[in-house]
């Protein structure tokens, strides 16, 4: 059974816990903003990517509060002073971030209520968190109303003009290693991902290779009950149905035993050791 739910005809009921918890894991921007009076703010958003690498530009969306329709004052602050520092949130300090969540008003300073330290950015006003091991500074360069009702996102979009890295987070080609950086994610109502060496793992993807496609998968290894499209799709991945190497004791197996033997060498990362088993 699948549940559906008909927007247009105005079924929008559980629609943010719907959407929140589909759309995950989201990774979570904790943004550094000032306003015209000298203000500064810190909030976590995880409506929020990457969209473009030339120019770099990010985009968060501080959403209308449903309860009572007003808004964010990270969005009433990049009206004021086009800019701001997006900071990446580690386990380290997750807590700390939900706890900037609160709706604290606007002369409360979040950095000192969460316990951040500021350092100065060097081409902005809005300060950088020392604690986050990837900050961004930031110009915003529009701003896009999505709607006016409660729940109504804006789209803030930000240019990176200068990106710091924490080297403690890099590995010895000076590239980010996920094992290091430690995200967290957000999924829904109080769940968030941590990004561990239980929760990685790889799925090669040359770049420089086609892989042949499911749909050239000799039939009876395509129609197998036995083997998962994720597993298919392993096979599918080398370019050419590979050669046989030599005939073993193996190729007396039945189809269905070959097919085992190969789930099981799939599962231990051997994906030519497994087309050996099925040829
Ligand atoms: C991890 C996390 C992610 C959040 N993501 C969003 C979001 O994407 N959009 C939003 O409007 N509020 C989000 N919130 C809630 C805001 O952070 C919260 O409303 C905050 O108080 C806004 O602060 P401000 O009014 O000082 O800008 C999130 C909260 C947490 C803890």
Known sequence: MIKTIDIQSGETAGLYQYLSAAVTPRPIAFVSTIDSEGNENLSPFSFFNVFSVNPPILVFSPVRRVRNNTSKHTLDNVHQVKECVISLVTEEIAQQVSLASCDFDKETNEFEKAGFTEIKSDLIIPSRIKES?????????????????????????????????????????????????????????????????DSLYEIAKPISRMGMGIDNLPEEIRKSVILTGNELAILASAENIPAKKEFTPIDKKNTEEKHILAKELLSQGKAEDAWQILL
Do not use: Q
């Not at 709607?147 to 990106?163: N, Y």
């Not at 924490?166 to 957000?186: C, G, Q, T, Y």
């Open 133 to 197: 091991p990837i900050n961004f500074e930031c110009k915003v360069n529009e701003v896009i109303t999505l709607g006016e009702e409660g729940g109504a996102g804006s789209l803030v979009l930000c240019e990176v003009l200068k990106m710091h890295i924490d080297e403690s987070v890099l590995d010895e080609n000076n590239a980010i290693d996920p094992f290091k950086l430690n995200i967290v994610s957000r999924l829904g109502a109080n769940w968030y991902g941590k990004t561990n060496k």
